[in-house]
């Protein structure tokens, strides 16, 4: 069945220095991707999003690579603040097929003053 | 522009009973998803509803039901409330338009079956 996992459920980073955080999908339909960050006792919050037709995207600090070859995404986030500190996401989808997200379990980021 | 609103922020409820949750989508969204988040884990698609009907649905049982109103808005209820249950309930709203495709979440219900 369709899934989404994560390499690392853990990940400290030094502030100021950069962090990466991979996943890795199953279901090669799928054509959307979508990273979100997650702080306690609230909803999702969304980052940045790749389509299929891309292998890269770049947001404020923050790059999406995808790589269809191997299944593969990853979050960049370069000079990573105190407020980085979070639960990161990704997240799979078909548009306008199958309308729904398929999470992963989640990499919980902690940046170290 | 608003964001997606929900309510209850916690509920705590009994075994058995029966919860109605509620979400008002992002102005210009038609389309609601709901998710199911335990704690430590991913978010598990429910369903979502479009046009007022029921469009996809995940591996839930008929005990969760929905609706969507002609403003949007939507409803998760949950009858016959078990210890599983317990989770943040998380309302996503959408446009599904090649130009505005995305989600946005709402903060979710916290609820609590004991």
């Known amino acids: 069945g369709e899934s989404v996992g994560l390499h690392l459920p853990t990940l400290s980073v030094q502030e100021g220095d950069n962090s990466i955080i991979n996943c890795a999908y199953s279901?090669?339909?799928?054509?959307?991707f979508i990273w979100y960050k997650q702080e306690s006792g609230k909803g999702p919050q969304f980052i940045i999003d790749i389509r299929s037709n891309m292998d890269k995207r770049q947001g404020q600090r923050v790059t999406v690579l995808l790589n269809k070859t191997v299944k593969h995404l990853s979050l960049q986030i370069a000079a990573t603040q105190p407020g980085d500190s979070a639960v990161y996401f990704c997240a799979e989808n078909i548009r306008f097929g199958n309308e729904k997200l398929t999470f992963g379990t989640g990499t919980r980021l902690t940046i170290i003053p | 522009e608003t964001g997606v609103t929900q309510s209850p922020t916690h509920l705590i409820k009994t075994r058995g009973q029966q919860v109605t949750l509620r979400c008002s989508s992002q102005s210009g969204h038609n389309t609601v998803s709901w998710y199911q988040q335990a704690l430590g884990q991913g978010p598990q698609f429910i369903f979502q509803?479009?046009?007022?009907?029921?469009?996809g649905r995940g591996n839930f049982p008929p005990r969760f039901s929905g609706l969507q109103f002609p403003n949007y808005s939507s409803e998760l209820n949950v009858n016959a409330l078990e210890l599983d249950d317990s989770a943040l309930y998380l309302c996503?709203?959408?446009?599904?338009?090649?130009?505005?495709?995305?989600?946005?979440f709402g903060s979710g219900t916290r609820l609590t079956v004991v």
């Open positions: 996503a709203s959408s446009a599904l338009e090649p130009a505005n495709y995305g989600y946005t």
């Open positions: 279901n090669s339909a799928s054509d959307y």
């Open positions: 509803y479009y046009r007022e009907e029921e469009n």
